[in-house]
T-cell receptor
Framework: DAGITQSPRHKVTETGTPVTLRCHQT?????MYWYRQDPGHGLRLIHY???????DKGEVSDGYSVSRSKTEDFLLTLESATSSQTSVYFC?????????????FGEGSRLTVL | GENVEQHPSTLSVQEGDSAVIKCTYS??????FPWYKQELGKGPQLIID?????GEKKDQRIAVTLNKTAKHFSLHITETQPEDSAVYFC???????????FGRGTSLIVHP
């Protein structure tokens, strides 16, 4: 299994509070991603990173920010959590190239915003 | 951007039957099509992929077919087993160097 660790794995918080999810990898892969998974919507890309301090928005980035100060860590922050951000969040890593496009996913972080 | 439609959303079969999941994509330039399997409580995992220069690819009981003209591709699972029960996602991208766009997923249930 790819060395990806997400923390926390479960979190319950209240509307309006800040939340940070952490993704840590030991594979030295260049690309890191944050997805959210909701029933009926599949996997939707929130933000991704293609290197240290290099990040870009995905299709559902509103309300989220990210940071990558080290190759191995990618943080997802909800500055002021809302109930619509209740979801399961997955981190993924890859070395996108012409020869391989495989994404390796973490185990997920379940966030509940009350 | 790319749009991937996946059907059905739920598929229920008896053990030993075949299962087929179909996806369509919108960007004719897409040329890399992976399939991921997600077991309960886990992250998705790549099970097979196909590139546009290949019409079909097989790996034991699973196979993927691609019709570039019609812009659709399918996952075929033969001799299904209860451990095949999972959510399956198709995806499409502009080659392996690009971030894939995922379909909404198919929940496959295999009844013993």
């Amino acid at each position: 299994d790819a060395g990806i660790t997400q923390s926390p794995r479960h979190k319950v918080t209240e509307t309006g509070t800040p939340v940070t999810l952490r993704c840590h990898q030991t594979e030295n892969h260049r690309y890191m991603y944050w997805y959210r998974q909701d029933p009926g919507h599949g996997l939707r890309l929130i933000h991704y990173s293609y290197g240290v301090k290099d990040t870009d928005k995905g299709e559902v980035s509103d309300g989220y920010s990210v940071s990558r100060s080290k190759t191995e860590d990618f943080l997802l922050t909800l500055e002021s959590a809302t109930s619509s951000q209740t979801s399961v969040y997955f981190c993924a890593i890859s070395e996108l190239s012409a020869n391989t496009g495989e994404l390796f996913f973490g185990e997920g972080s379940r966030l509940t915003v009350l | 951007g790319e749009n991937v439609e996946q059907h059905p959303s739920t598929l229920s079969v008896q053990e030993g039957d075949s299962a087929v999941i179909k996806c369509t994509y919108s960007d004719s330039a897409s040329n890399y099509f992976p399939w991921y399997k997600q077991e309960l409580g886990k992250g998705p995992q790549l099970i097979i992929d196909i590139r546009s220069n290949v019409g079909e690819k097989k790996d034991q009981r699973i196979a993927v077919t691609l019709n570039k003209t019609a812009k659709h591709f399918s996952l075929h699972i033969t001799e299904t087993q209860p451990e095949d029960s999972a959510v399956y996602f198709c995806a499409a991208s502009l080659g392996g160097s690009y971030i894939p766009t995922f379909g909404r997923g198919t929940s496959l249930i295999v009844h013993p």
